[in-house]
């Protein structure tokens, strides 16, 4: 039996508190579970090097694990340059420019931090979601502010974590699913649907394709509940 009697296929309790930060343009603590993660979103002039002749702005991110998130004290990642931080990070930055035109925030880089306050499983998974709402919410007040002239965000994006535990598909797995889960793996996709990435890990036995068409439906209908969430707090109508 999962904890708090929750069904396969149903997600932890999820809570988003928009502006949670009073000095960045966007931020949000996300609650998903026991799992928080503040997200922040801030806007700069300086862009990287390499884009300095190109039509367009960037989106970077930066993940960190504070170091009493978890039961036992992990070190601080001084350099936010460990495998599995540079791992995530990119993953971050990834998911939000997939769904943003870089071209409308020309001249503009939008730096997003995540920082983990508290981790039970799925906190690269949450960040994604909490910061998709952080780079809302920052957009919206640089169109506001006239620095933009259109909203550069295409659609929509969340991103969930699925498992097979003794043979059962389970959506949004805790910590203690996922260090028992036989197949563990983290979707991101937009609203429409739309697939822009997938990790996926056979932790015992090599898992089917009709396995894994199963992890991908339970995502998606994680990922809709999720874009619900979002929008809830962000006052947007469906």
Not at 95 to 109: H, M, N, P, W, Y
Not at 125 to 144: D, E, N, P, R, W
Not at 185 to 211: C, M, R, W
Request: hydrophobic share 35%; with cysteine; net charge neutral.
């Amino acid at each position: 039996m999962r904890e708090n009697l929750r069904k396969n296929d149903e997600l932890r309790p999820v809570e988003i508190i928009k502006d949670i930060n009073p000095y960045a343009e966007g931020s949000c603590l996300i609650k998903c579970g026991k799992t928080h993660v503040l997200c922040t979103a801030s806007v700069d002039t300086r862009l990287p090097e390499w884009l300095k002749n190109e039509e367009k702005g960037w989106i970077s991110a930066e993940y960190a694990l504070l170091p009493r998130a978890t039961l036992t004290r992990v070190s601080r990642d001084k350099s936010l340059n460990s495998g599995r931080t540079h791992e995530i990070k990119r993953l971050i930055g990834r998911s939000l420019r997939a769904v943003t035109d870089l071209k409308k925030i020309k001249g503009f880089q939008i730096l997003i931090d995540c920082d983990v306050l508290q981790a039970d499983g799925g906190t690269r998974t949450a960040s994604i979601t909490g910061s998709f709402v952080a780079l809302y919410l920052a957009c919206q007040k640089m169109l506001h502010q006239g620095l933009i002239a259109q909203m550069p965000i295409n659609e929509f994006v969340a991103a969930i974590s699925c498992g097979i535990s003794k043979g059962t598909p389970l959506l949004d797995l805790d910590y203690k699913e996922d260090s028992t889960a036989d197949t563990d793996s983290n979707f991101v996709i937009t609203e429409k649907g739309h697939l822009v990435e997938i990790q996926a890990t056979a932790e015992g036995s090599p898992f089917s394709d009709e396995q894994f068409n199963i992890l991908l439906s339970l995502a998606k209908k994680g990922i809709e509940e999720l874009i619900q969430k979002q929008k809830q707090v962000l006052e947007i109508l469906s």
